[in-house]
């Protein structure tokens, strides 16, 4: 069975917003970070958002005051809700269960495409 699964992503215009969610099975995100990371064409796979299991936050400078990062009150789902979009946020978005331990991923969602028009 899939650990996490990704849904959400679509074509938006700039200025628009999207929501993105995360299924996780089991107790993931009790034991685990909630991450959000994207990967353009071209660039390097980067951190958008992280919720530690204290409820620390960590954003991307590109990303601060536009996208938010939450989870659900049973802890088995996680947002990140996208405000704002600008075309250098066209990504595939990845959903990511994180040992903050360590700094490594323990989980990786399959991903979903999130596609921005100017």
């Known amino acids: 069975q899939e650990q996490l699964v990704e849904s959400g992503g679509g074509l938006v215009q700039a200025g628009g917003s999207l929501s993105l969610s995360c299924a996780a099975s089991?107790?993931?995100?009790?034991?685990?970070?909630a991450e959000w990371y994207r990967q353009a064409p071209g660039h390097e796979r980067e951190l958008v958002a992280r919720?530690?299991?204290?409820?620390?936050?960590v954003y991307a400078d590109s990303v601060k005051g536009r996208f938010t990062i939450a989870r659900d009150n049973a802890w088995s789902t996680v947002y990140l809700q996208m405000n704002s979009l600008k075309p250098e946020d066209t990504a595939v978005y990845y959903c990511?269960?994180?040992?903050?331990?360590?700094?490594?991923?323990?989980?990786w969602g399959r991903g979903t495409q999130v596609t921005v028009s100017s």
């Open positions: 919720m530690t299991t204290s409820d620390g936050i």
């Open positions: 990511a269960a994180g040992r903050e331990w360590a700094g490594d991923v323990q989980y």
């Open positions: 089991g107790r993931i995100f009790h034991i685990y970070s």
